[in-house]
């Protein structure tokens, strides 16, 4: 436990790195098949924000215990451009790049906690955390 | 990794087996229309049995496969979406409107011979 999974998204192919090492550590950590999927796909949706508007960035996966539930918080952190506008951000459909705008309002339903730290021209932080049952 | 795309008479038939990277997504997307365009296929089945997930971006680029394909005159029917993934898609609030689905391959054929009878 308490140990930390980093990976360094550069590219399109460290999407995929990362949401692979998301599904090995829920798999781990004994989450269901449909919390897998959650898990994995927010791990995806918010590695591509990393790689699409801040270029480089990083996520770090690592599991928490509470009350003897074991949860694996997702934070993903980067030196971007920030985010003007994070109430508008999180409304669904909204995109500034052509895509479906469902990445971080869909990342809040699928997983138990969400916070986003952001500060226009210094960069973005989200953490995400979901419990076993 | 190129996707690899079947012909079977007037159908052109897609098994996903591969991590769906985005640059795959995009390939099979091209692909697909240039073999839809080189056939004049009149029906597609994508099988997605074996993807365990499908976030935001493959999801816009299948949604546009199919309507991209509707525009040349095919149809195009998702099969085998599987139970967690569907589950994922709706809390992400991705509907997939307007796209035929099948449970599977099979299904997936039967679908385009009702849909393209007559
Ligand atoms: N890490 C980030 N740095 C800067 N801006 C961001 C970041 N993540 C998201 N944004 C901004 O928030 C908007 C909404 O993000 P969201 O992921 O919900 O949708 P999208 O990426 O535009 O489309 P989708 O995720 O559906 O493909 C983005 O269009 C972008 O303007
Ligand atoms: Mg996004």
């Known amino acids: 436990m308490g140990e930390t999974i980093r990976i360094v998204i550069n590219n399109e192919i460290d999407i995929v790195v990362a949401r692979q090492k998301g599904r090995e550590l829920s798999k781990a950590v004994h989450f269901g098949i449909v919390d897998q999927s959650r898990i994995t796909t927010a791990i995806s949706e918010l590695a591509r924000n990393i790689y699409l508007y801040a270029s480089h960035g990083e996520i770090r996966l690592s599991i928490k215990e509470e009350n003897r539930k074991k949860g694996l918080e997702i934070i993903a952190e980067d030196k971007g451009p920030g985010i003007d506008d994070i109430r508008k951000a999180l409304e669904d459909g909204y995109t500034t790049s052509n895509g479906l705008g469902a990445g971080l309002p869909g990342v809040k339903r699928l997983m138990d906690t969400f916070s986003i730290e952001s500060v226009p021209g210094e960069g973005t932080k989200i953490t995400a955390l979901k419990w076993t049952k | ?118």
């Open chain 2, 1 to 118: 990794m190129r996707i690899p795309i079947l012909k079977i008479k007037e159908y052109l038939l897609v098994s996903i087996q591969v991590e769906l990277d985005d640059q795959t997504v995009l390939e099979f997307q091209e692909d697909l229309l240039n073999k839809i365009a080189e056939t004049d296929a009149r029906g597609v089945v994508i099988d997605l049995t074996s993807v365990d997930m499908v976030d935001s971006f493959i999801a816009k680029v299948l949604g546009d496969v199919v309507t991209m394909t509707s525009l040349m005159g095919s149809v195009t029917v998702l099969s085998g979406i599987q139970p967690s993934v569907a589950i994922t898609l709706i809390e992400l609030g991705i509907t997939l409107d307007n796209v035929h689905t099948a449970m599977d391959l099979d299904q997936g054929i039967l679908i385009l011979n009702r849909l393209l009878e007559g």
